[in-house]
């Protein structure tokens, strides 16, 4: 093959001024390092994107704020749910804060479902189908992806001063399906894992139960707002009822954990304290049945009680929005193991033998941590 000498032409002669073999193989050389490095910035991105989607779906990536996040470190339980009260203000008193939390440790733990332990509507329950509360303090707060799931709710005493029946009706489950309220009812849930085959026999139970129409001052002639009683039209029938359905329905539970829900206080050392009439009429049967957990809210705080003279756990998740209205000091024997003051909500992951409770802040900042086994 002939080898062309190289030799400058002027550019008149031909109208372009030739490369000669050096320039050639310069350029060559150019655009296969342009190759090379194009090729390695794609692979980079692309495994800096597949990182990003892997930490996002792990719930360890945070898109809003583009920062890598503290995962709740636990191992994997068969069922995780998360629970808040006292939050339906329309996103003021920092309840978007708290829902934003509630997403992102919704995401790190593949919830279930979330529980609300009343007060769902501040100040007065929702008046009617059309009332915008119920879109502004739930369906546009509580937006991320996690929590689009189940929620099962109570009613508060605030939920009482509104239209009750609306509230466990259908009506806003139509408007919102992941919206059920009912007074009382209860829920199961298997233990096993999803690497269990056959019949899997370990099993929670979460009892929930209507709590307001057991405090005394309500019914007082003396109560100067109205509550709606609708649906009750003799307190202390329903009120025996409700009792020894929760007492049969305990007793005859045959699940590994039992966790008691309502909207009051049973103990407290929060500004309403306990509730005289819970301690009275509920507590005994929790105590007699061997109740795990009795989880509450109505108090505006994160609580965990457990006193010497009682086998209940007592935990206050009532910190949905606004708080800071006081703990008090207490005693030895009240049995206070941790309480905060501020805006919050709980994270429950169970397995068969294992339960544990994280209480978390508005920050996302992990407070304290409840371990229970069996």
Request: aromatic share 12%; glycine share 8%; net charge negative.
């Amino acid at each position: 093959m002939e080898i062309v000498e190289t030799k400058v032409i002027p550019d008149e002669e031909v109208g372009l001024l030739q490369r000669n073999v050096e320039e050639v193989v310069e350029i060559h050389a150019w655009r296969s390092l342009r190759y090379v490095a194009i090729t390695v910035v794609a692979v980079l991105i692309g495994t800096i994107f597949g990182c990003a989607v892997s930490l996002y779906l792990s719930g360890a990536y945070d898109f809003e704020t583009f920062a890598l996040e503290a995962t709740v470190a636990r191992p994997k339980h068969p069922l995780n749910f998360l629970a808040v009260g006292d939050w339906g203000r329309e996103g003021t008193f920092n309840q978007t804060m708290v829902a934003k939390q509630m997403g992102r440790v919704g995401r790190q733990l593949r919830i279930n479902f979330v529980v609300s332990v009343g007060d769902n509507f501040y100040q007065a329950g929702l008046k009617g189908p059309h009332d915008t509360k119920f879109k502004n303090s739930f369906s546009k707060v509580y937006t991320a992806r996690s929590l689009q799931t189940q929620w099962f709710a109570v009613l508060g005493n605030h939920d009482y001063l509104g239209d009750t029946l609306l509230q466990i009706g259908d009506i806003l489950t139509q408007k919102d399906s992941r919206w059920f309220c009912d007074r009382s009812y209860q829920i199961k849930y298997f233990l096993c894992g999803t690497s269990h085959i056959g019949y899997c026999s370990k099993f929670v139970e979460l009892f929930f139960i209507d709590t307001t129409p057991f405090v005394n001052d309500y019914w007082s002639a003396a109560q100067q707002r109205t509550f709606d009683w609708r649906g009750i039209d003799l307190r202390e029938e329903y009120l025996h009822e409700q009792l020894q359905n929760l007492n049969s329905t305990l007793e005859s539970s045959k699940a590994i954990w039992k966790i008691v829900i309502g909207h009051h206080t049973i103990r407290s050392l929060g500004r309403h304290g306990d509730t005289q009439e819970m301690v009275k009429h509920v507590l005994p049967i929790l105590e007699k049945q061997n109740v795990d957990v009795y989880l509450n809210g109505h108090d505006h705080c994160l609580q965990h009680i457990k006193r010497e003279d009682s086998n209940v756990h007592f935990v206050t998740s009532g910190a949905g929005s606004k708080s800071f209205q006081g703990l008090h000091e207490g005693q030895p024997e009240d049995g206070l193991q941790f309480g905060y003051d501020g805006q919050g909500f709980v994270s429950v992951s169970m397995g068969a033998h294992d339960l544990r409770i994280d209480f978390h802040d508005a920050l996302g900042q992990n407070l304290y941590q409840l371990d229970l086994h069996k």
